[in-house]
């Protein structure tokens, strides 16, 4: 079955700095890899996805790039700023058709610093 | 209320005890989730019903025993729980049909302690 791996584990910033974080995946056959954000007591949220038939997406100060080829996906903070604070998880999902078996990886704690 | 609620927000049960989780959605999906999620370990997918029907059974103990009865609600009745079960347990729920995946939609949790 699918395995994502997740790094770094954590993660410390500068405000205004940029911000990295880099997933692998095992099955070839997953299509969808979504990014959530999850801060101190609240329920993760999707801050941005990609399917696999994209290379690149960018909404704003974010951005993600997939690499088929060598199964990775990054995710791109730019301009990073203290509420960018919380953990972040990356997942991909096989093929889809009725539902969506997401795997998550285990996450990303990013501080950033004022 | 809007989205995806879980009730109780917080349970705190013996090891003898029986209990449930709701989760209801309000978004018109189709597919529903429960996911644990425990400290220092990734969020862990329990079960998956698509169209009420549960598709998806991670190997979870019968312990945990998840119930669909429409497609708006999720229920996941809990007995004779080991203290290792103790995380916070969410929901999710998502629109699928097609090729891809799309975004499911998480609810706040339920904060499950076990003594």
């Known amino acids: 079955g699918e395995n994502v791996e997740q790094h770094p584990s954590t993660l410390s910033v500068q405000e205004g700095d940029s911000a990295v974080i880099k997933c692998t995946y095992s099955?070839?056959?997953?299509?969808?890899f979504p990014w959530y954000k999850q801060e101190l007591g609240k329920r993760p949220q999707l801050i941005i996805d990609i399917r696999s038939n994209v290379g690149e997406k960018k909404d704003q100060r974010i951005a993600v790039t997939l690499n088929k080829t060598a199964k990775h996906f990054s995710l791109h903070i730019t301009e990073t700023q203290p509420e960018d604070s919380a953990v972040y998880f990356c997942?991909?999902?096989?093929?889809?058709?009725?539902?969506?078996?997401?795997?998550f990886g285990a996450g990303t704690r990013l501080a950033v610093h004022p | 209320e809007t989205g995806v609620t879980q009730t109780p927000r917080h349970l705190v049960m013996g090891m003898t005890n029986k209990k449930s989780l709701k989760c209801e959605q309000h978004?018109?999906?189709?597919?529903m989730y429960w996911y644990k999620q425990s400290a220092k370990k990734p969020l862990e997918l329990m079960f998956v019903?698509?169209?009420?029907?549960?598709?998806e059974n991670n190997s979870v103990p019968s312990r945990f025993s998840p119930e669909c009865p429409n497609s708006s609600h999720l229920f996941l009745h809990l007995h004779t729980l080991q203290p290792e079960d103790s995380a916070l347990y969410l929901c999710a729920s998502s629109q699928e049909g097609g090729g891809f995946g799309n975004e499911q939609f998480f609810g706040p949790g339920t904060r499950l302690t076990v003594l």
């Open positions: 978004l018109g999906h189709n597919a």
């Open positions: 997942a991909a999902s096989p093929k889809g058709g009725g539902y969506n078996k997401l795997i």
């Open positions: 019903y698509s169209l009420e029907e549960r598709v």
């Open positions: 099955d070839s056959a997953s299509n969808y």
